[in-house]
């Protein structure tokens, strides 16, 4: 296989990075970057001159993920950014999320796309309240993946019972996660043991290294080939003499596998009707799987609009006004008693009210607190929500794509909040 | 038969889905289309995500009048082969209408005039949606974006006040005046987007590929020479074979020597590549955070 061939054929992996402030997380992607040679000259050449601006004497590579300026200004990373690196074996996206308590908005997001959540901890400190918080966000997110880094081994002389005491602490409060693949690895970022490069520091660690555990996960197996939804973002109808009588729903496949001849329902209507064909660009397609963006088109002429889903008739979701959901606030301003805002769930879009507060959830802990259901910015809160018309959700444990939702304020038209499904 | 996808089935996937989602929750978009190869990958992007139905959305290029030729002619040609519309909005008749001021000096270039031609030309046919082919793993502020970029009635971009955007639920809400910036190749990098140009044989401007041409040293790159360009003292004109990593202004746009004149050998070039390829890109280098000031004042 020649290069090319082989660089076509590579999987994608998605993975968020959370530490606190000052374990080492910049200094990790910097490293991954560097050692994976994804840095180029001119970014090495700024890099450098910004670290002697400074009055350093090494290059800092946390500087190659700090973006704006006063981020750069004030050495903090503010907002989510997005960096990207290949290997031979797979293409990376991370979600470089900021550590700070306030921010966890932040992490949330970055977390909301990711297949995996690389969590750092300081050897020195061990489990802290914010690598609690981190992993259970990751949790709460459902990545079914995390990778512990144990970072600046340099600082505790390569030893391995400072490992192993991290790990038994982070393993005691792990049970409480529902995460189903956790890893550990022993690393410095700073001199790059164990993150490409095998550390010749730490004989007694027969494990993978990063880069090697990042490579090969096996990630197939994450998005769900099972339950058929089709959620329609829009109707297509040529109008050309070519294809004039032809109506297409488009859509993005968010689980299951469709063949044409399948039994499908169209919901909210109820209708039945038949899969007459899956058609993409290069042609008909036999089979689509998600996350497949096809255009699908039916036996029966049938009133299909954007917001409706397509589904099997024996494999349906709930479908219900009222959604029980667990909500992380992302807004300044917390809501009102009965507060109404817009929500969208898959391409539906509609009014809906926070019905009920019935508790929020002690990050740290995952404690319920049940007798304080004030609402305020960073908060996982477990609501009820009432929408006018029926929704068609699954647990997000389920599914990702039809077990979430987002509000928006009216007025202001921020998102405000994020929610995962949870009968 | 395996389900999973490769990674450039994975992007087209995503990006579809992107635009899919633009032409349905907003009136008046426009696919913003610059002749360069992200624009170009862009308008094939949205050939698949409507078809068999045409590409309902119109073109929109922001014409400093300092092109390449092929650019134009490429353009053309593209637009009547989509059966697109095509909306111009022109650097030049900014400058005539006195909105802007053109730049003086050796180093001049339209490229921070087109800010205001690219705001008037939105508010003019009250487009509510932009779509770019901006990527995140271009530039450092270019990291921060959302695919669903708000700005505000002067058209201004607030980077440390951005919609949190998770899942795939894009919040495209906004006030009379405001519009939106939408990127939907955000997530492909530099080495995507050839890989994607070679698999699916798309047609881009000769000017990616090598080619002899007349240029000039300048600020360490090799600048086309052009009716656009004054030369100093000094500088002299050399024929190089050369290929444009990007296309901006003729008269910002640094080549690179190369010979890599089909799609494969550019392929290997970028995998080899040292540099980015913004580092021959002129209006980067006016400062660390060039591109950070210039998307907060509205720049694509």
């Not at chain 1, 049940?370 to 009820?384: L, Q």
Request: one cysteine or more; charged letters at 30%.
């Amino acid at each position: 296989m020649s290069d090319t061939q082989s660089y076509l054929d590579m999987q994608l992996l998605r993975f968020t990075t959370a530490g606190s402030v000052d374990d080492g997380k910049s200094t990790l992607i910097g490293r991954l970057l560097f050692d994976s040679k994804s840095i180029f000259e001119d970014q090495m050449e700024s890099v450098e001159s910004s670290s002697s601006k400074r009055g350093l004497d090494h290059v800092d590579l946390a500087l190659f993920t700090d973006g704006l300026k006063d981020e750069r200004e004030q050495g903090i990373t503010i907002d989510v950014a997005y960096r990207y690196f290949a290997t031979p074996k797979r293409k990376f996206i991370i979600a470089d999320t900021p550590g700070h308590i306030q921010y966890t908005r932040n992490m949330v997001t970055g977390a909301s796309t990711a297949n995996l959540a690389l969590i750092l901890v300081d050897a020195r400190k061990g489990v802290i309240e914010q690598t609690c918080r981190h992993s259970f966000i990751a949790s709460l997110l459902q990545i079914p993946h995390l990778v512990v880094c144990i970072n600046k081994m340099d600082l505790v002389d390569y030893a391995e019972e400072a490992y192993q005491k991290v790990v038994s602490e982070f393993e005691d409060f792990a049970s409480k996660l529902e995460v189903p693949d956790i890893r550990f690895v022993p690393i410095s970022a700073l001199h790059g043991d164990n993150v490409v490069n095998r550390s010749e520091n730490m004989p007694w660690y027969h494990g993978e290294t990063l880069l090697h555990t990042l490579e090969t996960i096996h990630i197939s197996s994450d998005l769900d080939h099972v339950n058929v939804r089709f959620p329609v973002q829009t109707v297509i109808r040529p109008h050309s003499d070519e294809y004039h009588d032809y109506r297409g729903y488009a859509g993005r496949i968010a689980g299951g596998i469709m063949k044409p001849g399948d039994e499908v329902v169209v919901l909210p209507s109820g209708f039945n009707s038949q899969i007459k064909s899956i058609d993409t660009f290069e042609g008909p397609v036999k089979e689509a799987f998600a996350p497949m963006s096809v255009t699908i088109t039916l036996e029966d002429d049938i009133d299909v609009s954007r917001g409706d889903m397509i589904v099997r008739p024996n494999n349906q979701p709930q479908v219900t006004q009222d959604i029980d959901v667990m909500l992380c606030w992302l807004n300044n301003k917390g809501p009102q008693p009965r507060a109404k805002y817009l929500v969208q769930h898959t391409t539906n879009e509609a009014r809906c009210m926070i019905k009920e507060i019935l508790y929020k959830v002690d990050i740290n802990s995952l404690h319920r607190i049940e007798d304080d259901k004030e609402i305020s910015m960073n908060d996982i809160v477990r609501v009820r929500l009432r929408t006018p018309n029926p929704f068609f959700v699954d647990e997000y444990a389920e599914n990702r794509h039809t077990g979430s939702l987002i509000l928006i304020d009216e007025g202001t038209h921020e998102t405000v909040a994020a929610g995962m499904v949870k009968f | 038969m395996r389900y999973t996808l490769n990674h450039l089935k994975e992007l087209e996937a995503e990006s579809i889905f992107v635009m899919r989602e633009v032409f349905a929750k907003f009136d008046n978009p426009v696919i913003l289309f610059s002749g360069g190869k992200d624009s170009i990958v862009l308008t094939h992007l949205a050939r698949k995500a409507f078809w068999p139905a045409r590409v309902p959305i119109p073109l929109m290029h922001v014409d400093t009048g300092h092109n390449f030729p092929e650019t134009i002619a490429f353009r053309d040609k593209l637009v009547e082969k989509m059966g697109v519309k095509l909306i111009v909005g022109s650097v030049q008749e900014s400058i005539n209408k006195g909105r802007v001021a053109e730049e003086k000096g050796k180093n001049a270039s339209r490229n921070a005039l087109q800010t205001t031609t690219l705001l008037d030309t939105i508010e003019e046919h009250h487009i509510d949606a932009a779509m770019g082919g901006a990527r995140r793993d271009e530039e450092k502020a270019r990291a921060k974006e959302r695919f669903f970029s708000h700005r505000d009635d002067f058209g201004q971009w607030d980077p440390k006040n951005q919609r949190p955007e998770l899942w795939y639920l894009f919040n495209g809400k906004m006030q009379m005046g405001e519009h939106f910036r939408v990127f939907p190749i955000s997530n492909w990098t530099e080495m995507d987007v050839w890989q994607y140009i070679l698999q699916e044989q798309i047609e881009i401007p000769s000017l990616y590929i090598a080619h002899e041409r007349e240029v000039v040293r300048r600020n360490d790159t090799w600048l086309p020479v052009s009716d656009y360009i004054q030369l100093e003292e000094g500088e002299k004109t050399e024929t190089k074979k050369i290929r444009f990593r990007t296309l901006g202004d003729i008269t910002i746009t640094g080549g690179v020597e190369s010979d890599a004149d089909t799609l494969e050998k550019i392929v290997e070039e970028v995998a080899a590549a040292r540099q980015t390829e913004r580092g021959n890109r002129a209006d980067d280098k006016r400062g660390e955070t060039a591109m950070e000031d210039r998307k907060r004042q509205g720049y694509f």
